[in-house]
């Protein structure tokens, strides 16, 4: 029997340049299953990713998943990308292992936690504030530059990282350190500024977009600081929940969330075709 892909619509561009494309899966001409491909913005055109995979349950564990993401592979290499990535459920353990047998690796997962009844109890000496005026430029540019340097990894140039991240300050924190629902904070440990904390209120919990200890001040406990008071936070805004998240290589920041209870939601895959 022979797997194959099936357009079920004309190949989609957008005024962005972006592309995209939904097929179904095809066994013999029989259709077992779906599959959305796409470029997006935020990666540039050198990236396409899997929006969408699915085979129906009797065709299931008969090899049409493999099959399939590999003609996806196929299909973006047509389009000249270099980068294929896909994001899976941390519930889905099948998918999981199959994205590793096919050749993909973790960039970076999402995690979240439920919050306690009540916030917890800063270390001793340690306390947050609300970000000055004064403070926000510097803290914006060098949150801008963090940012930029992400979205280049994942394939895009400087230009168009440059463009995204302007584009998503803007939306994010329209007015600054007057955001609503945004709270951005600075740690002092003993009066001395140590860290830096964003983290806003979302529909489904709060989520931290940034936290960030001060070079000369790391490996001393300020971040799980920070975290702590995040969760006091978003406990005081009234959010049962909170997430953020992690790229793989960071080592140190996943085992400090690991130890405060938060727990992986989504992988963020990726494989590279040339």
Not at 21 to 41: F, M
Not at 104 to 112: L, S
Not at 181 to 206: C, K, M, Y
């Amino acid at each position: 029997m022979t797997t194959t892909l099936r357009p079920t619509e004309p190949l989609q561009r957008a005024a962005d340049g972006t592309r995209s494309r939904h097929y179904a899966v095809c066994v013999n001409s029989r259709p077992v299953g779906t599959l959305h491909l796409a470029t997006q913005p935020a990666a540039g055109p050198a990236v396409a990713r899997i929006l969408d995979l699915r085979i129906e349950e009797p065709d299931r564990g008969r090899g049409r998943g493999t099959v399939a993401a590999l003609a996806a592979e196929e299909v973006a290499r047509s389009w000249n990308c270099r980068r294929l990535e896909a994001a899976v459920p941390a519930h889905e353990q099948a998918l999981l292992r199959l994205a590793g047998a096919l050749g993909y690796v973790e960039r970076n997962r999402n995690m979240a936690k439920t919050l306690p009844a009540r916030p917890p109890a800063p270390p001793a000496g340690s306390v947050g504030r609300r970000m000055t005026e004064a403070e926000y430029g510097p803290w914006l540019a060098l949150e801008k530059e963090r940012y930029e340097a992400t979205i280049v990894d994942r394939g895009a140039t400087a230009d168009e990282a440059r463009e995204k991240s302007e584009r998503d300050h803007a939306a994010l924190l329209p007015e600054g350190v007057a955001t609503p629902d945004v709270l951005i904070s600075v740690l002092e440990h003993h009066g001395e500024s140590v860290g830096t904390l964003w983290v806003a209120q979302r529909p489904d919990g709060a989520y931290v977009y940034d936290v960030e200890v001060a070079p000369e001040h790391r490996g001393q406990g300020h971040g799980r600081s920070l975290l702590l008071l995040a969760e006091a936070d978003a406990i005081a805004a009234g959010a049962d929940r909170i997430g953020l998240n992690v790229f793989a290589g960071n080592i140190p920041a996943l085992r400090l969330y690991e130890s405060l209870g938060y727990e992986p939601t989504q992988y963020h895959l990726y494989k590279q075709l040339q």
